[in-house]
Each structure stands twice: as structure tokens, then as C-alpha cells.
């Protein structure tokens, strides 16, 4: 059976930084592309970055672009976001996920239909 478990979420001030984990298990994902999305009160889960299976290829959405940094360890079938410069708006529960679309490709999916393995998510605070 599949699991992804974030960690690294919490409360930081504004201006903070924060490094969030997301290790799977049962199966490897070395082939696929992985992602990271949020959800504040009331709004829709968004798409925040994706990299490719390789690594090779990133994309952030244009809120955390210059502020938020995704990598991956195959090795420890592992994605990680690097949050820098936090903002009282970037507070949500942030989900990690995979896609086993498009393996071996450098196509990222921004939706979130596409994904088909989730973690439970992780709190993100950030106080003004």
C-alpha cells in the first residue's frame, strides 16, 4: 500500500523559512513527476510546484516563484519544498502528491485531478 507522509509544517513569523518533507512508501516514484499543492480556509486546493521525475524540469506558480524552491531524492523517494521569505498568505495545509500519468516524461501537471497518490497534509502558519 502506497504512503506519502509530509513533515516540516508549523508556525513562523513572516519572513521565515520553513523545509517540508514528503517520504513514500510502497512503491517507488522515481519515475514520476511529484508535486506540492495547498489549501487555505475556504479556497481551493492549488497547484504551488511540480518537478520532474528526473529533476530536470520545475515549475512554480507565480505567487512563490523566487521564494520557494522543490527537490527530490530518488534515492529516499523523497520531494522537498524549501519555503523562504514565508508570507501571512502563504499559511494553508500543504499536500504533496504523485502522478503515474506520465512517467519518464517531463511533463508536470498543474491540475489536481492528474494526481492520483496524496499525503494527509501538513499545517503551514505564518504570522504577521
Known amino acids: 500500500q502506497v504512503h506519502l507522509v509530509e513533515s516540516g509544517g508549523g508556525l513562523v513569523q513572516a519572513g521565515g523559512s520553513l523545509r517540508l518533507s514528503c517520504a513514500a512508501s510502497g512503491r517507488s516514484f522515481s519515475r514520476d513527476a511529484m508535486a506540492w499543492f495547498r489549501q487555505a480556509p475556504g479556497k481551493e486546493r492549488e497547484f504551488v510546484a511540480g518537478?520532474?521525475?528526473?529533476?530536470?524540469?520545475?515549475y512554480y506558480t507565480d505567487s512563490v516563484k523566487g521564494r520557494f524552491t522543490i527537490s527530490r531524492d530518488n534515492a529516499k523517494n523523497t520531494v522537498y519544498l524549501q519555503m523562504n521569505s514565508l508570507k501571512p498568505e502563504d499559511t494553508a495545509v500543504y499536500y504533496c502528491?504523485?502522478?503515474?500519468?506520465?512517467?519518464?516524461?517531463?511533463?508536470?501537471?498543474?491540475?489536481?485531478?492528474?494526481?492520483?497518490?496524496w499525503g494527509q497534509g501538513t499545517q503551514v502558519t505564518v504570522s504577521s
Open positions: 518537478i520532474s521525475w528526473s529533476g530536470t524540469n520545475t
Open positions: 502528491a504523485v502522478t503515474d500519468r506520465y512517467s519518464l516524461s517531463d511533463y508536470l501537471p498543474v491540475a489536481h485531478h492528474d494526481y492520483g497518490y
